[in-house]
């Protein structure tokens, strides 16, 4: 399985972008995708996650009501809507993806593939 994250970019505070991640490959295989992200200095940290086949959703608190996990199951992509982007936003943003069917969704060792990650910056 490969994934290829896009759509990263420099906003405004309180703009909106929308993330990407094609997948490709045994994706029938893949039970949850999430979104994670990483800003300088700090551990990677979960964002949301979506079950593949019933569409489920879990969000961060510090993103729920402004980020949107969605997936098109007819294109295998994954996305995220950001909205009310804020400057503590600022990171690089990874789609994620596993196999097995454990319900805990939080911690990165739980994937098994992962994109290349795409830049957001948000500035004041």
């Known amino acids: 399985v490969q994934l290829q994250a896009s759509g990263g970019g420099l906003v405004q505070a309180g703009g909106s972008l929308r993330l990407s991640c094609a997948t490709s490959g045994r994706t029938f295989s893949m039970y949850r995708m999430a979104w994670f992200r990483q800003a300088p200095g700090n551990e990677r940290e979960f964002v949301a996650a979506?079950?593949?086949?019933?569409?489920?959703?879990y969000s961060a608190d510090s993103v729920k009501e402004r980020f949107i996990i969605s997936r098109d199951n007819a294109k295998n992509t994954l996305y995220l809507q950001m909205n009310s982007l804020k400057p503590e936003d600022t990171a690089v943003y990874y789609c994620a993806g596993r196999v097995s069917s454990t319900f805990e969704y939080l911690r990165p060792t739980l994937y098994n593939y992962w994109g290349q990650g795409t830049k957001v910056t948000v500035s004041s």
């Open positions: 979506i079950t593949w086949n019933t569409g489920v959703t």
